[in-house]
């Protein structure tokens, strides 16, 4: 972490705390450094937007943090477990979750010593040009100010440690960025099966995962978590084919809406938080209590079949281990899991 990253997570820790101002020369000793190199830090802060008051023999005190996303804004917000991670932030990338999958590829043909490997790591792009959805679908990006996130996995202390487990990231992930919107935005998300993200009946949100298996050892060595929001987008500059499906967290820029940065960290934080309790599927009940299909009559298509036939059921319940369970309107009841359909309000 560079002196601008420590100083900025330093007075936000304070300013959540209890508002308190941090002297220069408590960082400067803290970090090993002059209190000159302190002073250019905080420059640098303000200049990218940072609003940080300095008062004589009381010394710095965050008043807000830049609404643009920046890699100090997101290492401010991380919890202590992440506070160390690699953070990389890009302008425009093809894809975050590539850019990850690539390092870890990196990593692993180059021999790396595996404690020198990064177990966790978050990559945050303002713009994407070539994001992928699930089912092989393009992701695509609208004009407008979005979150493109994707955080890296590992098996292990963090996260659960078997296969079985990790199955259940993409369903926690769905959760994370619920929590983390309500914490953040002050806004009540919804789920639709199997992991987008809704608000007033538009879909904001769409997580994709991919795993990094050792085939020899017949474990997942490593996974990305991609998460694509639409944060601040305008109806009207939806594609017309879009516009009734589409939506976001925000229409207009306004006092009311947040730093990118911190609902990003937010997002890393209830994502690390959940992935320690996968086996105990402890998100399952928040799950189903933002399902918006439940006891709704839904459709389905079997894309496992080409031309497949289109089914009605009722949506009943969804179980322990986030499969949604439907009546169809023969009487015969069936738990859909993950890849088996794509689904569809009816009504």
Known sequence: MNIKDHVLRRLYGASISDNQYVSGEEISEELG?????????????????????AVTKKGYRLLSITKELSEAGVIAGLCEELKDIPVHVYEV??????????DIVNQNMNEIDPEKKFKTALYIAKNQTAG???????FVTFPGRNIYFSMVLTPGELVGNNNSDIVYITTAASIAVLR????????????????????KNRKICGILTQAVSNFEAGHIEQVV????????????????????????????????VPSVSLLSAEIANELIELAKGLSEH??????????????????????AIAGGELKYAIAEDIDETGGLVVRFEDGSVETLHTGEVSIRKAD
């Open 132 to 138: 992928r959805g699930r089912l092989g679908r393009s």
């Open 282 to 303: 402890t998100f399952i009940e928040d799950y189903k209590k933002h399902s918006m299909i439940i006891g709704k009559k839904i459709s389905l298509q079997n894309r």
């Open 225 to 256: 978590v991609g998460i694509g929001i639409n944060f601040v987008v305008r109806q009207e500059d939806f594609p017309a084919e879009l516009k009734d499906i589409a939506g976001a967290l925000y229409e207009e820029e306004g006092d009311e």
């Open 93 to 102: 990338t093809e894809s975050t979750n590539k850019n990850a999958m690539d």
């Open 180 to 199: 983390a919107v309500k914490k953040v935005c002050g806004i009540e998300l919804e789920i639709k099966w199997v992991n987008d993200l809704y608000y």
């Open 33 to 53: 450094v002059s209190r000159m190199a302190v002073s250019k830090a905080v420059k640098q802060l303000v200049e990218e937007g940072n609003e940080i008051e």
